[in-house]
């Protein structure tokens, strides 16, 4: 995506030459590019690590944002005085955006490139956070409801970003990691959302003292957001002057008129590995979702009062959900075994989901703490394996596109699920819509089992390192 500027101009039109001139056959143009992509020097760029750093902090605010009103429901349908749904509502509306921008968005993504999906991200996230400072008084709900939307129009100038800059800045052995890194800062906010909120507002009955601990979580939310872009605008770059693998290579020495999105969304769905790994991320990230957003409420329900160690159970969830999501990377980039860590993964939600809905109603909040945890390293680490899953799935489609097809699937799922398990709550009690939830991750532990491991970007990178090896003109 994006505008070739200097060396890495250059370096694509010399990329692009030998292909266009094979164009009209097929297979000279292939072997033509897979040749030009063998002669680009392969060079990672120091300013990587500052680019997914940066990502992942903005995406932390944004992710803060979605889940602060959420982890503290009680406190927030008493100060406006609406239904514990309108407040969840708060949450899904997130959801609900993503589904029909998520492609506009990527069409952006692969048009202008990373850095103005950079820009216009953190942009919205900011400007969201100052709109909820004008909800301040328990008659202006639909302003803090405004402020949210733009929030979660900011989302979708996110979510789809961590492999597409994994991708375009990281060499193929450290790929899987930075992926895990950009989707970390993601879970450290949902994580700082579970903890922050019940300590800065606490359930207290006088209204101007609740507004006025509200204020203070707004300010401080918009200064770090408004904070963040400015170091976008300076830091964060379309690409590095050099593809930093020999996949990335190959996909710059392709003529840019070959790329058609419609055709690239097309050939996705057609793919019946990926459209099984689509559904069966929905399931997993969707149950996660509705559990996050629900969770204050089961919470409450069964230890009435402790509202702030409700938070601390979500940061449990999510700070052991990113240790996972760590592993998981590292493991990857290490094994390079997809397939088999997915299932694994899998079935460890699935077992910590049911151990969970059998232990909640115990008594003991220290238990909730453990199985909330065993719950989250295997729910939350699975996030970047899915989306490097998709990645290896569909080269050399776009990362942005398989992403956001990923991420469509978990918000339909999403909602659907916080809505259900929310029903099922109020009508059938808390076990029976936690075991909803058990029963569809169920169903995604047997889908994943039938997802076929063809590794094509890894199939790239060893082929393009083999005619590298045999070629004893490059040196």
């Given at each position: 995506?994006?505008?070739?500027?200097?060396?890495?101009?250059?370096?694509?039109?010399?990329?692009?030459?030998?292909?266009a001139e094979l164009r009209g056959d097929e297979r000279g143009a292939g072997a033509a590019a897979a040749a030009?992509?063998?002669?680009?020097?392969?060079?990672?760029?120091?300013?990587?690590?500052?680019?997914?750093?940066?990502?992942?902090?903005?995406?932390?605010?944004?992710?803060?944002?979605?889940?602060?009103?959420?982890?503290?429901?009680?406190?927030?349908?008493?100060?406006?005085?609406?239904?514990?749904?309108?407040?969840?509502?708060l949450s899904m509306s997130y959801m609900l955006t993503y589904i029909p921008l998520l492609f506009p968005v990527?069409?952006?993504?692969?048009?202008?490139?990373?850095?103005?999906?950079?820009?216009?991200?953190?942009?919205?996230?900011?400007?969201?956070?100052?709109?909820?400072?004008?909800?301040?008084?328990?008659?202006?709900?639909?302003?803090?409801?405004?402020?949210?939307?733009?929030?979660?129009?900011?989302?979708?100038?996110?979510?789809?970003?961590?492999?597409?800059?994994?991708?375009?800045?990281?060499?193929?052995?450290?790929?899987?990691?930075?992926?895990?890194?950009?989707?970390?800062?993601?879970?450290?906010?949902?994580?700082?959302?579970?903890?922050?909120?019940?300590?800065?507002?606490?359930?207290?009955?006088?209204?101007?003292?609740?507004?006025?601990?509200?204020?203070?979580?707004?300010?401080?939310?918009?200064?770090v957001a408004t904070a963040l872009f400015i170091l976008v605008v300076i830091v964060f770059r379309e690409k590095?002057?050099?593809?930093?693998?020999?996949?990335?290579?190959?996909?710059?020495?392709?003529?840019?008129?070959?790329?058609?999105?419609?055709?690239?969304?097309?050939?996705?769905?057609?793919?019946?590995?990926?459209?099984?790994?689509?559904?069966?991320?929905?399931?997993?990230?969707?149950?996660?979702?509705?559990?996050?957003?629900?969770?204050?409420?089961?919470?409450?329900?069964?230890?009435?009062?402790?509202?702030?160690?409700?938070?601390?159970?979500?940061?449990?969830?999510?700070?052991?959900?990113?240790?996972?999501?760590?592993?998981?990377?590292?493991?990857?980039?290490?094994?390079?075994?997809?397939?088999?860590?997915?299932?694994?993964?899998?079935?460890?939600?699935?077992?910590?989901?049911?151990?969970?809905?059998?232990?909640?109603?115990?008594?003991?909040?220290?238990?909730?703490?453990?199985?909330?945890?065993?719950?989250?390293?295997?729910?939350?680490?699975?996030?970047?394996?899915?989306?490097?899953?998709?990645?290896?799935?569909?080269?050399?489609?776009?990362?942005?596109?398989?992403?956001?097809?990923?991420?469509?699937?978990?918000?339909?799922?999403?909602?659907?699920?916080?809505?259900?398990?929310?029903?099922?709550?109020?009508?059938?009690?808390?076990?029976?819509?936690?075991?909803?939830?058990?029963?569809?991750?169920?169903?995604?532990?047997?889908?994943?089992?039938?997802?076929?491991?063809?590794?094509?970007?890894?199939?790239?990178?060893?082929?393009?390192?083999?005619?590298?090896?045999?070629?004893?003109?490059?040196?």
């Amino acid at each position: 995506g994006g505008e070739p500027s200097g060396a890495g101009m250059v370096q694509q039109e010399s990329l692009r030459a030998p292909a266009a001139e094979l164009r009209g056959d097929e297979r000279g143009a292939g072997a033509a590019a897979a040749a030009a992509s063998t002669a680009a020097e392969v060079r990672v760029s120091r300013r990587r690590w500052a680019v997914v750093l940066l990502f992942s902090s903005y995406s932390l605010c944004n992710a803060f944002q979605w889940i602060q009103y959420g982890s503290i429901n009680n406190v927030f349908t008493r100060f406006y005085g609406v239904s514990t749904f309108a407040i969840d509502w708060l949450s899904m509306s997130y959801m609900l955006t993503y589904i029909p921008l998520l492609f506009p968005v990527a069409w952006l993504l692969d048009r202008r490139g990373l850095r103005l999906i950079a820009l216009v991200g953190s942009a919205l996230n900011g400007l969201g956070a100052w709109v909820k400072l004008g909800s301040l008084r328990p008659h202006l709900f639909p302003v803090t409801v405004l402020g949210q939307v733009i929030c979660s129009l900011a989302q979708v100038f996110i979510l789809g970003m961590p492999s597409r800059i994994a991708s375009v800045w990281f060499g193929s052995h450290e790929v899987s990691t930075a992926c895990s890194i950009a989707v970390f800062g993601n879970q450290l906010g949902i994580a700082l959302g579970f903890l922050v909120p019940p300590v800065l507002v606490p359930n207290v009955e006088d209204v101007e003292k609740l507004a006025y601990h509200i204020s203070i979580m707004f300010f401080m939310t918009a200064g770090v957001a408004t904070a963040l872009f400015i170091l976008v605008v300076i830091v964060f770059r379309e690409k590095p002057p050099y593809p930093p693998s020999r996949a990335q290579a190959l996909i710059l020495s392709r003529p840019t008129q070959e790329y058609s999105y419609t055709q690239s969304i097309l050939r996705l769905l057609r793919n019946a590995n990926f459209v099984l790994l689509m559904v069966t991320y929905g399931l997993n990230t969707g149950c996660f979702y509705s559990l996050s957003t629900l969770l204050n409420r089961m919470v409450i329900h069964h230890y009435p009062g402790e509202e702030v160690n409700a938070g601390r159970i979500g940061l449990t969830i999510v700070l052991s959900g990113m240790a996972g999501a760590l592993i998981s990377g590292l493991w990857l980039d290490r094994t390079k075994t997809y397939k088999q860590t997915t299932l694994v993964v899998y079935i460890l939600s699935l077992v910590g989901m049911i151990v969970y809905t059998l232990t909640l109603s115990l008594g003991h909040l220290w238990v909730v703490f453990v199985t909330a945890g065993v719950l989250g390293f295997s729910m939350t680490g699975y996030l970047p394996l899915g989306f490097e899953f998709a990645a290896e799935l569909t080269y050399p489609e776009s990362e942005g596109t398989s992403s956001g097809l990923l991420n469509v699937s978990a918000q339909i799922f999403g909602i659907a699920f916080t809505i259900g398990q929310g029903q099922i709550m109020d009508h059938f009690g808390m076990k029976a819509g936690n075991l909803f939830l058990c029963s569809f991750l169920f169903l995604g532990t047997i889908m994943t089992a039938f997802i076929k491991a063809d590794l094509r970007r890894q199939q790239a990178n060893v082929e393009s390192e083999h005619t590298v090896s045999k070629s004893p003109s490059i040196p």
